[in-house]
């Protein structure tokens, strides 16, 4: 069905767009807010998204499954991580100047997009799932696009919000055109899986000082609670 696609696609436009207003301003509302955003993808990487990566190591189809030793799949998410770390001390290093850096930037997490958006609408979902990914995903890309905002205010007016959303228009295309082997899937899932691991910890898990607990524990249980109420209901 296009349409849960389009509207996932849709509401992760709109974060990228208004970032910059929906965090809140205030300090003790906004460290609540991030607080709020860390449990729910801290959550989401244990509950959803390794046992994720396990179902696609244990899917992995003939003749593949001769040469799998249950690993490979974590390999390529570790990959992810090492990748992401990589190009983005590659930019630190390679400092020119802030406008420089800044479309260094905001053209690595487009394709990150991309990627993320390709993994989460290739796979053919449900409304209670649509939601699920929304909840889970939407305050992630929030959390990135809005660090990115404080780092390039007016470039990421101008400029970054509109390539931001380029990437998830980018990825919804290719998802919803292009069909790819399982064996491929699995593997853009996990390199994005490893991507979205260091990107959580690195832009939504604030510093002790910055962290509001009881909010983040809250949301911990609530999510988590959640989550694996859906996943036995309806046998995801």
């Given at each position: 069905?296009?349409?849960i696609?389009?509207?996932?696609?849709?509401?992760?436009?709109?974060?990228?767009f208004?970032?910059?207003?929906?965090?809140?301003?205030?300090?003790?509302?906004?460290?609540?807010?991030?607080s709020?955003?860390?449990?729910?993808?801290?959550?989401y990487?244990f509950?959803?998204?390794l046992?994720?990566?396990?179902?696609?190591?244990?899917?992995?189809?003939e003749?593949y499954?001769?040469?799998?030793?249950?690993?490979e799949?974590?390999?390529?998410g570790?990959?992810g991580v090492v990748?992401?770390?990589?190009?983005?001390?590659v930019?630190?290093q390679?400092?020119?100047?802030?406008?420089?850096?800044?479309?260094?930037?905001?053209?690595?997490?487009?394709?990150y997009n991309?990627?993320?958006?390709?993994?989460?609408?290739?796979?053919?979902?449900?409304?209670?799932?649509a939601?699920?990914?929304c909840v889970?995903?939407?305050p992630?890309?929030m959390?990135?696009a809005?660090?990115?905002?404080r780092?390039?205010?007016?470039?990421?007016?101008?400029?970054?919000?509109?390539?931001?959303?380029?990437?998830?228009?980018?990825?919804w295309i290719?998802?919803?055109?292009t069909?790819l082997t399982?064996?491929?899937?699995?593997?853009?899932?996990s390199?994005?899986?490893?991507?979205?691991?260091?990107?959580?910890?690195?832009?939504?898990?604030?510093?002790?000082?910055?962290?509001?607990f009881p909010?983040?524990?809250?949301?911990?249980?609530?999510?988590?609670?959640?989550?694996?109420?859906?996943?036995?209901?309806?046998?995801?």
């Amino acid at each position: 069905m296009l349409l849960i696609p389009f509207l996932i696609g849709i509401v992760f436009i709109l974060i990228h767009f208004f970032a910059s207003v929906l965090v809140p301003r205030d300090k003790l509302k906004q460290v609540k807010w991030f607080s709020f955003s860390g449990g729910l993808a801290v959550s989401y990487i244990f509950i959803y998204l390794l046992p994720t990566l396990h179902k696609q190591q244990a899917a992995i189809e003939e003749p593949y499954r001769q040469l799998t030793m249950e690993s490979e799949i974590y390999f390529v998410g570790l990959l992810g991580v090492v990748l992401f770390v990589g190009i983005q001390i590659v930019i630190q290093q390679n400092y020119i100047s802030h406008t420089s850096t800044f479309w260094s930037v905001i053209v690595f997490y487009a394709f990150y997009n991309a990627l993320v958006s390709y993994s989460v609408l290739s796979f053919e979902v449900s409304a209670v799932q649509a939601l699920f990914y929304c909840v889970a995903i939407g305050p992630h890309f929030m959390a990135v696009a809005h660090d990115m905002w404080r780092k390039f205010p007016v470039e990421y007016n101008k400029y970054g919000r509109y390539i931001l959303a380029v990437g998830i228009v980018a990825g919804w295309i290719v998802a919803l055109t292009t069909e790819l082997t399982p064996l491929f899937k699995s593997i853009v899932f996990s390199l994005v899986s490893g991507a979205m691991i260091y990107t959580v910890f690195k832009h939504e898990l604030p510093s002790e000082k910055d962290t509001h607990f009881p909010t983040f524990l809250i949301s911990v249980i609530i999510y988590s609670a959640i989550t694996i109420t859906l996943k036995f209901v309806f046998e995801w």
